[in-house]
Every structure is written in C-alpha cells, then in structure tokens.
Antibody, heavy 119, light 108 residues
C-alpha cells in the first residue's frame, strides 16, 4: 500500500543538527515530491519545505531557510530533511508528506518523528 | 501570508449530532484551494477534503465541505465514535501554505 515510513525519534542539544528520513513505497517516487512539516505541541502543522522526487528541486519556507536541507535518494525512494543549529523551539513532531508539485494539499503522511531539543 | 482562524476552538457534541466547523481566511483563498484534515492523538493528519468540497479517497460521505473566498465550512452530518478528533483547515492558494490552529470535536 501507499505509505511513508519515517526514522525514529531524536534527542539533540541546542546547536546540533538532526537528519530525519522518510522511505516511500507503493507509488512511483519520481512522479511526486515530498514536503516536510512540523507540529509543535497544541499547534497546527507548519510547512517547512518541499523537494522534488524527479529532479531534487527544493522550495523552503522563509522561517527555516538557511538552516534546512531537503534531499532525495531515488535509488532507495527515500527523502531526507536535515535541520541545523537546533534551538529549543525546534522541538516538534516532524512529518513528511506526499506533495506532487509542492503547491497543493498533502494526501499521504508519514507517521511522524519527535525531535526534542534540550540541554 | 494567509492566516486561517478556526472556530470554535472546541465543539462538544454527542454521537449522532451534526458538527459544523468554520475556517476564516485573512484574505481570499484563490480557486477555493482549501483542504481539511482530521488528526487523532498520536497520529498524523489525514486528508478529508480538498478544493473546498471534494472528498479524498475513502472518506465517508457524512463529511462535506463548502465555502469560497474567505469563509469555509466542514460539516459532519452525523457524528460517529471515530469522528471525535481535531480538525485543521489548510490553504494552498498562495505561498506559503498555511494551516489553522484546529477545532477539537469532543464527546459531550
């Protein structure tokens, strides 16, 4: 079935980096893009950026531009999101979601990865 | 960026009752590019409605969406036990795509 499976939770210290993976199955990875979103406790989701499964093109939200890198590996149908210079307010559940052109809704979501930033 | 304001914050209803959730945008959402999601505790959001009124694959017809411009509504015609959850609206008419803060539908 169509699914996205994310890597496990992470605990990081302020200033560190985190890299989350998202493995796709059940659909043609190169025909879609993957968006990354995060959700802090009690808040709605926040879109962080998008990467194309076809050519690796990216779009990033202004809020994280300069600290985030999104990549894909078409040999393993896996997308990655790396966030650097972590701060306490980066603590959230991070989701990947299928997003064909990086400009519409999100029809399939990963299960989420909790990233905790704490000294 | 477009700010989406959902109301009410919490809706207390009984199974079998009708739920009406509102999503108001700070400016017009072009092409009615608005989606609704359901989220249960510990789970990812699930797409219910796109394009303001189109049900996603596998979504029961008790869920319906309406609206245009700045005012949108999600209606659940008769609440079932599995419908008690948090609901979010999301606009994709302009960049960046944004979400509302959510409406919790709880058992009365």
């Amino acid at each position: 079935q169509v699914q996205l499976v994310q890597s496990g939770g992470e605990v990081k210290k302020p200033g560190a980096s985190v890299k989350v993976s998202c493995k796709a199955s059940g659909f043609t990875f190169m025909s879609y893009g993957i968006s990354w979103l995060r959700q802090a406790p009690g808040q709605g989701p926040e879109w962080m950026g998008w990467t194309s499964g076809f050519n690796g093109n990216t779009k990033y939200a202004q809020k994280v531009q300069g600290r985030v890198t999104m990549t894909t590996d078409t040999s393993t149908n896996t997308a990655y999101m790396e966030l650097r210079s972590l701060r306490s307010d980066d603590t959230a559940v991070y989701y990947c979601a299928r997003d064909r052109f990086g400009e519409r809704n999100f029809d399939i979501w990963g299960q989420g990865t909790l990233v905790t930033v704490s000294s | 960026e477009i700010v989406l304001t959902q109301s009410p914050g919490t809706l207390s209803l009984s199974p079998g009752e009708r739920a009406t959730l509102s999503c108001r945008a700070s400016q017009s959402v072009s092409n009615s590019f608005l989606a609704w999601y359901q989220q249960k505790p510990g789970q990812a959001p699930r797409l219910l409605i796109f394009g303001a009124s189109n049900r996603a694959t596998g979504i029961p017809n008790r869920f319906s969406g309406s609206g245009s411009g700045t005012d949108f509504t999600l209606t659940i015609s008769r609440l079932e036990a599995e419908d008690f959850a948090v609901y979010y609206c999301q606009q994709y008419g302009s960049s960046p795509r944004t979400f509302g803060q959510g409406t919790k539908v709880e058992v009365k």
